[in-house]
């Protein structure tokens, strides 16, 4: 029975000791996300907002919540963006699904391709390099989401990374030996090179995220990406579910660490020397920014 009123319940939210039914899960999460992104201001009055829709789970539900919120408003608008890689057999139907929400919700959708932008697919460029074929793709999808948002006229680029990833993200810097990488990456720049990034659902877990999908009858069963086996991700996603299960608030708690670090960097100047790149012009540390110096790499 739901903790909150008289009907079956769904889910039994561990964090919070509560059962809840699918009406007030729905609630529950709508509710988070709001907080989130009013805490942390990450949309105010006059914002255009690029939403990545890949069209998988975490930026459908995204878009929906999104939709949902300030559907009323007249202040904020939302473009959806989609990247198309170029991975046979996976991202065809993603596609699809994107293109058949955003018309459902009434949203403008706009399509780039790694072809269009840089002449080649992920799948050619990749050959014996899979192994390094999620932070290749990373680089590149990163350039290709500002591209687009930049031609649509977005103040602001939203993503659908959640609770896991983040946790996940924390793990992996803290890893590599490089946590301050974390709070780099995090928030917004204030040289007004970059278009700032949010990520509304970063409290949200990939679990609740799913039951969200269900109840809402969004749910649309897809491949997954063929180049995820190869990533330090898998071993490091594997580890915290493992944790998160016997220590519930594991994930939680590793988000916690993320702020704490980033409340006492607060003040503090910590991106890197910035200059242009010699071959494009972006915004970049060395003489190359990273795309350039991985195209170049690439077609040798
Ligand atoms: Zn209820
Ligand atoms: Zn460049």
Known sequence: MCSLCDEPAVTYQRHTCRHLCGFHFIIDIEQRVADT??????IVPQDRIAVALSGGKDSTALLIILNRLFFQSDEIRFIAITIDEGITGYREETIRSADH???????????????????YSLDDLLNER???????????????????????????????????????????????GDLL?????????????????????????????????I??????????????????????????????????????KALESKKKI????????????????KACGDPCSGDLCQVCLLLQSLKR
């Open 130 to 176: 899979k192994t390094q074929a999620c932070s290749i793709c990373g680089i590149l999808r990163k350039k290709a989401l500002v591209t687009g948002s930049q031609r649509a006229g977005a103040t602001k680029i939203a993503t659908g990374h959640n609770l896991d990833d983040e946790a996940q993200s924390v793990l992996m810097n803290a890893f590599r």
């Open 181 to 213: 990488r974390l709070v780099r990456n995090s928030g917004s720049d204030s040289s007004g090179k970059f278009i700032p990034r949010v990520k509304p659902l970063s409290c949200i877990s990939e679990k609740d995220i799913a039951l969200y999908l």
């Open 101 to 119: 929400l955003t018309k459902q919700l009434g949203i403008e959708h706009h399509c780039l391709s790694f072809y269009d932008l840089f002449g």
């Open 37 to 42: 992104i009013r805490t942390r201001m990450m």
């Open 262 to 277: 980033e409340q006492s960097c607060a003040g503090r100047n910590l991106s890197l020397p910035l200059g242009f790149c």
């Open 215 to 252: 109840l809402n009858n969004a749910w649309t069963p897809l491949p997954e990406c063929p180049y995820t086996g190869y990533a330090l991700r898998r071993e490091v996603r594997a580890m915290l579910s493992g944790f998160e299960y016997r220590h519930p608030g594991t994930m939680l």
